[in-house]
């Protein structure tokens, strides 16, 4: 189980990665997609090892799934948006609303 | 003998796994990053199924490698003349961040490994997969399964009306 725990650690550290360093916003979803499977793979071990007599960590992992694609497509569309109207989709282009 | 096959597989998918998602945020080319991506999300897939999650692992197939990267492949050609190698894809904080991400994954792995005591359950799971998540989604989380469609409903208005093209 712990092999389960270090490879969702490693998965979720690489994607924190990504999210920091990418100044393109389709790679900042990309490396976020990275973070929900790491948590998703930390949901479905605890269900088989601690609490095995139920799916309720499945489940859960499963509206994470759902979570995560609705947001995909809200943050896509975000994008289009920006590249309509800015010419650029890189984070340090688009920033209006920092003061 | 089943046991070590498994680790096999579980070693080989790690692997996998782990050198796809370095590639996905190092990558210069944001279209090999998302190809990747999905080679990333299939082993996650395959995890999935080492760990009893069959319906899970098919959801994942079905939604992630046949949705939400598709979507993000269109999202990159849409926006095609971001993806050329002249653009720097990465900013400055790289080495920080590069700290920082390592920082947090030491800690973590410290922190499971510290861990002395974990409650392991000797009980199996359900045998059918997939009845037991139907049975559950109808009545213990029929709440939160219409809460989750009422957001997809939600996602998807927003969708159409933010990409939408202003005629007026």
Sequence with gaps: MLYYLGLAAVLFSIGLFGVITRRNVIGILMSLELM??????????????????????????????VVAAAEATVGLAIVLLLYRNWRGINTDNVSIMKW | MVEAGVGIIFWILTFVIIVSALLVV???NIFHSALFLILCLFAVAGIFILLHAEFLAAAQVLIYVGAVSILIIFAIMLTSNMASKKIIQTNQNALVAFFACLMFLVVTLVLINKTGVWNYSTRNLPAENILTIGKLLMTDFMLPFEVVSVLMLAAMIGAIVLAREDKA
């Design chain 1, 36 to 65: 929900f499977n790491a948590a998703n793979i930390n949901f479905v071990t605890f269900n088989k090892f601690i609490l095995n007599d139920g799916l309720t960590g499945q489940l859960f992992a499963i509206f994470i799934v």
């Design chain 2, 26 to 28: 190092t990558l210069k």
